[in-house]
């Protein structure tokens, strides 16, 4: 299945001050996630950015919530984003046939989150290399269930070509420029 710019929106998951601190790899992960969100932005992908239980785990990461502010956002207490009812209205509000997910953590709400929108009929785009959880093995398994259920595994590097398409695209320069 090729990705289309025109049928995606962006799912962030929970990507919290009081957590991020935590995450396995997590230099690497703000770096990646940067890149995807200022890459899908350029492309003008439809965004909808979620927080768990924000009073405990606290906002979106500092460096990624300037990028993220103007979006929709949704607090949560379920671990799965559809389980909460205005973020599920607002991905079918969207009217796309894929959402791409990326955040933390993955053996939980990312999980989680992933499944649902499968079984909502949704084609789910998991970026692997924006995704973490505490432990790398619950990370690793997470991944592996993940794709035998039917999500779409990749790179923010591969998914942000597919989604430019061609050099032509007006976006390329600065999707090149970005994942040098």
């Keep these: 299945m090729r990705i289309n710019v025109e049928e995606t929106l962006f799912c962030l998951v929970d990507v919290q001050e009081k957590l991020f601190p935590h995450i ?9 996630l940067l890149i995807l969100v ?37 607090e949560k207490t379920t671990f799965s984003c559809c389980q909460n009812e205005p973020t599920m209205e607002a991905i079918k509000a969207a009217n796309k046939k894929v959402v791409i997910v990326a955040g933390i953590e993955t053996h939980v709400c990312v999980l989680q989150t992933c499944i649902d929108l499968i079984e909502a009929g949704l084609e789910v785009v998991l970026v692997t290399d924006c995704c973490s959880s505490r432990k790398q093995k619950d990370t690793d398994i997470a991944l592996q269930r993940l794709i035998q259920a039917g999500v779409i595994p990749t790179t923010y590097e591969s998914l942000l070509f597919e989604l430019t398409l061609n050099a032509k695209n007006p976006c390329f320069k600065e999707i090149s420029n970005l994942v040098k």
Excluded: C
């Design 38 to 74: 200022k890459g899908l932005k350029a492309l003008n992908v439809p965004f909808i950015v979620n927080e768990q239980y924000k009073k405990g785990i606290g906002e979106t990461i500092p460096s990624l919530k300037e990028l993220v502010d103007t979006y929709p956002s949704f």
């Design 24 to 32: 396995s790899n997590k230099e690497e992960l703000e770096k990646n």
